[in-house]
């Protein structure tokens, strides 16, 4: 099987433009630039609000997930959250512990 690999050249004078226009360095204006954003999303992708998320009840079972972890809460269960081991599951998980433990609960990690 070959596989060819695509370049995209950016657009060096937009990635310049979004640089001084949202007083970011070059790399993150190309990388940007490379999104294909307009102003506006560019704004919105640099200084999110929470009315920006997603709304998580949008994943499936989460409605199921959130009653169990209220379950566990009352209870004061033990809790072990699993997470894989990359950038946004350590953090992920990082963040879920911490909110647990201050709620009471002894919490312990296991990645995968």
């Known amino acids: 099987?070959?596989?060819?690999?695509?370049?995209?050249?950016?657009?060096?004078e937009r990635a310049k433009e979004i640089s001084k226009k949202f007083n970011i360095g070059l790399?993150?204006?190309s990388i940007i630039e490379k999104?294909?954003?307009n102003d506006e999303q560019i704004n919105v992708f640099l200084n999110p609000t929470r009315d920006n998320f997603y709304d998580p009840f949008l994943l499936p079972n989460m409605s199921i997930a959130t009653k169990r972890i209220i379950k566990a809460i009352e209870n004061q269960e033990k809790v072990v959250i699993f997470g894989d081991y990359d950038v946004d599951g350590i953090t992920s998980t990082t963040v879920l512990k911490r909110?647990?433990?201050?709620?009471?609960?002894?919490v312990r990690i296991s990645y995968t």
């Open 27 to 29: 790399l993150a204006a």
């Open 1 to 12: 099987m070959n596989k060819k690999w695509q370049y995209n050249e950016v657009n060096r």
């Open 35 to 37: 999104k294909g954003l």
């Open 99 to 106: 909110f647990l433990e201050e709620r009471g609960l002894t």
